[in-house]
């Protein structure tokens, strides 16, 4: 049985105490669900985390992955996580029911994967590529397409991938060079080459689905002229019957972590007889792929954030049971040895992985309560809530999957040379998380995004919706004695934040595009800890509240919020002055720097 690797108490304050998820089943859409059916359900997740995902989480990453005869061979649980995935109805947790799914609200989806990737992400992350597939076809799909393709995926049958990343283009994807020529009516021969393709082969499944973006022969150049297309790995012939659709793996790469999932380089069509069939309109597939795509970029942060929550149990058990030296400033040997976690030290990095891990978590539940929202409502609000939305999914990838390093480090050094050993869990963990600031999307590119587009966007409005955001929650809290002084500090960083937005912003004017993105990155970490802050005030707030007439047995819990909150206003939040330092200044050093002066 699996050690702990999440807080249920946390995810249950999160859901009905900070967020009101409840609020959603006053909906029309989700008026079948109540609190009994979510704790059901969740309580169902976390058995099968716990049963079918954790138990393979080390020989996942230990036993390779193989090429044999053209097929990629996996660790043989994977099918029966997929089975019982697609049995259970948790591939399709979130489709609506006419699709066959359990129409669950985007919110509590999220907290599925949060356990089954904090359980053993390389096997979460075959039902989730799956789902992600499947809901892009009954988005945009023609009826046919979505009656033969999303039912066996949804039953765990058949896999699902996206691939977008070409060899030449990389994440320029208006450099994509994969062709597609008309056949007849909305079916295309496939030509080109595709890479890093998580999942694009094995045989864990009878079939691979892939959504490939390609260029019909003659379409606009760029970005305007990139279409979507079904791809399966095996296609029907005119009798229904399955046939080989001229796909070849050309290799699979090799990992620092995420192991137990394949990364493919495919080739489509070498034998001139691949097929791929239209999904909606020509010349919209890049339109159709970023709904997976920002789907996928919240799916990657929850994925990298339950990482960051398993390291950080595993070394909290550890901390609490290894006895190491006494308390500082005592030099009596003759008493016994106290377990590290008496140490200051010690203290201070677990306070670190717990601001982090429930931090980032909160704000991930929140932009997905978001998502159910602004499928909820219509007019002015949908707006807001979509605009919301829009301008937190690049913090909310961001924040949580860098700092998922930091954290997961912290987890290694609190067990010493333990850590660094494959004893404990806590290595994997390290190498499983690094991929998360790099897929869907790099940091640098969600940076570009935030400041080059959503800051800007219909003149600012997104930026004021999240400045009164906050704002509220400031407001609440500065009624509040033991919490005004920190509502004062967020409150003050608000003013900074549109400064320094400002600031940048009067650069583009001044000095063009390129001086204005060169720190964007930079912006984008800046925005993060302020959005991690309100988030933290937020749980502050609320752990103050439930405090008077709390249980014994719960009064340990909301202290231990309270505390994680001090903790992340007085050592995290202060970074964003020197961000703000260096965003402030308008030199250019990376924009004119000489690339031969790299050379030493």
Same mark, same amino acid.
């Given at each position: ?136 076809? $009954?988005? +945009? ?44 009516? $909305? ?8 890479? +890093? ?55 699979? +790469? ?143 990838? $961001? ?169 992340? +206003? ?31």
């Amino acid at each position: 049985m699996a050690g702990k690797f999440i807080s249920e108490n946390n995810v249950r304050f999160l859901l009905y105490d900070v967020l009101d998820i409840l609020e959603l089943t006053s909906y029309d859409y989700y008026q079948q669900h109540n609190r009994k059916m979510f704790d059901m359900v969740l309580a169902e997740a976390l058995k099968l985390a716990k049963t079918k995902f954790y138990p393979t989480f080390e020989e996942m990453d230990r036993t390779e992955i193989e090429l044999q005869d053209g097929r990629v061979i996996v660790h043989p649980a994977i099918r029966d996580i997929m089975q019982e995935c697609g049995s259970g109805g948790w591939i399709g947790a979130s489709f609506p029911e006419n699709e066959g799914g359990e129409q669950l609200p985007v919110v509590i989806n999220n907290v599925i994967k949060y356990y089954f990737s904090a359980a053993n992400y390389s096997a979460s992350a075959y039902p989730d590529l799956t789902a992600g597939a499947a809901r892009l076809i $009954t988005s +945009f799909g023609s009826r046919e397409l979505i009656d033969a393709y999303v039912p066996p995926m949804l039953a765990g049958d058949w896999q699902g991938t996206m691939a977008l990343t070409e060899p030449q283009a990389g994440s320029s994807l208006a450099d994509i060079a994969t062709t597609a020529t008309p056949i007849d009516g $909305t079916t295309y021969s496939i030509q080109g080459q595709k890479v +890093f393709i998580s999942a694009g082969d094995h045989d864990a499944v009878d079939n691979v689905i892939h959504l490939l973006l390609a260029r019909i022969d003659g379409a606009p150049a760029g970005v305007k002229g990139i279409s979507l297309f079904v791809v399966p790995q095996k296609r029907y012939d005119p009798v229904r019957k399955l046939v080989d659709n001229d796909i070849k793996v050309s290799q699979i +790469f090799h990992k620092m972590g995420y192991r137990g999932t394949p990364s493919t380089e495919l080739v489509f069509g070498e034998k001139g007889v691949c097929q791929g069939f239209l999904v909606g309109e020509p010349h919209k597939g890049l339109i159709y792929m970023f709904q997976m795509m920002n789907e996928f970029r919240l799916g990657v942060a929850i994925s990298a954030t339950g990482i960051a929550s398993a390291a950080y149990y595993a070394s909290l058990e550890y901390t609490q049971e290894r006895p190491q030296g006494r308390k500082t400033g005592n030099k009596d040997n003759s008493l016994p040895q106290v377990p590290i976690i008496e140490h200051a030290d010690i203290k201070r990095m677990l306070l670190f992985q717990r601001a982090v891990t429930e931090g980032s978590l909160s704000l991930l539940l929140q932009c997905s309560k978001y998502a159910d929202l602004e499928q909820l409502v219509t007019g002015e609000q949908k707006e807001q809530y979509s605009l919301l939305l829009d301008l937190l999914t690049p913090v909310a990838k $961001t924040y949580p999957s860098e700092m998922s390093i930091h954290s997961t480090s912290q987890a290694v050094q609190c067990l010493g040379g333990y850590g660094y050993c494959d004893d404990f869990p806590v290595e994997q963990h390290y190498r499983d998380t690094r991929i998360h600031p790099i897929h869907e999307g790099t940091t640098g590119i969600q940076g570009m995004d935030l400041l080059g587009r959503k800051v800007i966007m219909k003149e600012g409005k997104a930026l004021t919706l999240f400045i009164e955001e906050v704002g509220a929650a400031i407001e609440i809290a500065s009624k509040i004695t033991d919490l005004a002084p920190y509502a004062e500090q967020l409150s003050k960083l608000l003013s900074q934040l549109r400064q320094v937005t400002d600031a940048k912003i009067a650069q583009r004017d001044q000095a063009g595009v390129e001086a204005f993105l060169a720190d964007a990155t930079l912006y984008l970490e800046y925005f993060g800890y302020i959005a991690i802050a309100w988030q933290w005030l937020l749980q502050a707030t609320t752990a103050n509240k439930l405090l008077t007439g709390a249980k014994a047995s719960k009064r340990a819990f909301y202290e231990g919020k309270i505390v994680t909150f001090r903790y992340y +206003f007085a050592y995290e939040l202060p970074r964003t002055q020197g961000l703000a330092t260096r965003l402030l200044d308008p030199s250019e050093i990376t924009v004119s720097l000489a690339s031969e002066l790299f050379n030493g």
